[in-house]
């Protein structure tokens, strides 16, 4: 269980920091960070990371498979945990 806490907590991190690396990306005009890795990053533990980056870096909040893709993986993962903790 202690394993699943600092794997939740790096990989939100990570997924914040990325969110905030691409920003930084598409402001200056270089090579971006492709969508899908940064829907996977959430899929895969970093929903909050992900949420977290669309609301301080305010980046990618047009995107509507991040507008409300990132919360419904938010919400598929709570439903998940509330299962598996039953």
């Known amino acids: 269980m202690i394993f699943l806490q600092y794997y939740l907590v790096l990989i939100n ?6 969110f905030g690396i691409d920003k930084f990306k598409a402001k200056k005009g270089k ?32 995107h509507k498979k991040f507008k409300y893709g990132i919360p419904l993986i938010i919400i598929i993962q709570i439903g998940l945990c509330l299962y598996l903790i039953k």
């Open 13 to 18: 991190v990570i997924t914040f920091m990325v």
């Open 31 to 62: 090579w971006r960070i492709p969508e899908s890795t940064l829907l996977l990053l959430a899929i895969v533990g970093g929903s909050v990371g992900a949420w977290s980056g669309l609301k301080v870096w305010h980046h990618k909040t047009q």
